[in-house]
């Protein structure tokens, strides 16, 4: 079906393999010079209308009209860009609990129609079988994604702020020696070298006694 055209209001047309209405719509140019388009979809012409409307409502009033982008385009940016100079241990870290948590938990919702209560719907999810330090640091990842989105127009307003941290599992309990347990096996260690060395390198170094064992 040919597009059809409202003056001022961008245009309409049918799309018969995705069976909807698609507007699209000039939103001006990028830097580069590249035209920008922007473009909405829906089952009826006239949601699609309307959706094209608030498109440009949005961009007539400096708001974001991205509305494609996702959560997973917002986490994949900052990982690029975002953590950039940090030490390579957080870097993988922050990488690593991205891919596994964040981005297949909410990556495919689109940004700006993203809502605290599914952001706390996700996070209770997590907190059945993660730390509350990791849920933390999913949260942290999360914010931070879409602070860096919103300083771009990307979206209007960062929900994740909007969502207290639950409380998570139990940590690892630590397999250090105590201060008290360490007296206590040098005593029985008595003028042994090798065991000497066992206890008190942990003590100086912080090492982990599993460590080494190892």
Known sequence: ???????????????EARQRWVGRVSLGYNADGKRRI???????????????????????DGLPTQRAYTVGDAVETWLVHGLVGRDPNTVANRT???????????GKRRLAELTAAEIDRWLAD??????????????????????RAQARDLVKRNV??????????????????????????????????????????????GARTEELRA
């Not at 079906?1 to 799309?15: H, Q």
């Not at 730390?131 to 990842?141: A, E, G, V």
């Open 96 to 106: 690593s609990l991205a891919r596994t948590h964040v981005i297949p938990g909410l």
């Open 38 to 60: 922007g473009t909405v979809s829906a089952r009826t012409k006239t949601e699609a209308k309307n959706k094209l409307r608030a498109l440009l409502r949005d961009h007539d």
């Open 126 to 147: 997590k907190a059945t079988t993660l730390s509350t330090d990791t849920l933390q640091r999913l949260l942290s990842i999360l914010r931070q994604s879409i602070r």
């Open 160 to 205: 994740a702020l909007l969502c207290d941290l639950p409380k998570g599992q139990p940590g690892r309990p630590s397999k250090s020696l105590t201060r008290e347990q360490a007296e206590r096996l040098l005593r029985a260690a008595g003028d042994n070298p090798t065991m000497n060395a066992y206890v008190v390198v942990p003590l100086l170094t």
């Open 1 to 15: 079906m040919a597009t059809r055209r409202s003056n001022g209001e961008g245009g309409l047309s049918w799309n």
